[in-house]
């Protein structure tokens, strides 16, 4: 009986112990949060990151990112697609936007992403480069599904990159009031243009991310990766 006891509470320690890891790091966080640190909506909790300022702006049509206002989209060549997401692609940095965090167990952080191009240096995301990462995989399917090919990207990582968008979105819980605005054609309606935003200054967050880059190369968030390893 008494051995059954000690078993049982050694097979329960390590559940306990998650559990109880778990609960202090969301009070940390909590901590941080609510009044005990400066951070602002999105802000990096451990104050690795620093902050950025905030900008008033208007989204507006973009032409860059998105030419074909109005036009027939089954007639637009294949070229100019793919310069397109091209056009998308390097708005974030080489790379990624990866960040070398050497005292990453200091912090409150999971394991950081440890690539062998890099030499094994613990590594972490800025989440925002992350998210467009995932947009513009997203976007990149779907012109490959429309030109009748088959799917370049695993169909797991394409719904991570739809789920880990709602999340995001539902994170930063935009309260902003939008309006209808008519387009050329009757019928074409475009929702959210013209009304008046706060914004985090985007140029701001991408010269720092350019700044301490950890890597170099294009796309490495693509690149096969393992997680921890000896430090």
Not at 28 to 52: C, K, Q, T, Y
Not at 162 to 168: A, E, H, K, V
Not at 174 to 193: H, I, M, N, P
Request: hydrophobic residues 40%; glycine residues 6%.
């Amino acid at each position: 009986m008494r051995d059954a006891i000690v078993l049982a509470t050694l097979l329960a320690f390590p559940l306990s112990f998650v559990i109880i890891l778990t609960k202090h790091t969301n009070n940390a966080v909590r901590h941080s949060v609510e009044g005990h640190s400066p951070i602002g909506l999105a802000g990096e909790v451990n104050g690795i990151v620093p902050p950025f300022p905030s900008t008033s702006k208007t989204f507006r049509h973009d032409s860059i990112f998105w030419p074909f206002k109005d036009v027939d989209l089954a007639n637009v060549a294949e070229s100019k697609w793919n310069f397109i997401v091209e056009e998308w692609r390097i708005i974030r940095p080489f790379g990624g936007g990866w960040l070398k965090v050497d005292d990453w167990d200091q912090h409150i952080l999971p394991r950081p992403v440890r690539l062998d191009v890099t030499k094994m240096i613990p590594m972490y995301s800025i989440s925002i480069f992350h998210q467009l990462h995932c947009l513009t995989a997203i976007f990149s399917e779907y012109l490959t599904a429309r030109q009748g090919k088959a799917p370049e990207a695993d169909l797991s990582h394409t719904l991570h990159c739809y789920d880990y968008l709602r999340q995001t979105v539902m994170c930063h819980g935009d309260s902003t009031l939008e309006y209808v605005a008519e387009g050329r054609s009757q019928e074409t309606l475009e929702y959210g243009y013209e009304s008046p935003r706060v914004c985090r200054d985007f140029n701001a967050v991408l010269n720092y991310a350019w700044k301490h880059n950890a890597v170099k190369m294009r796309d490495l968030i693509e690149l096969q990766y393992k997680v921890g390893g000896s430090k």
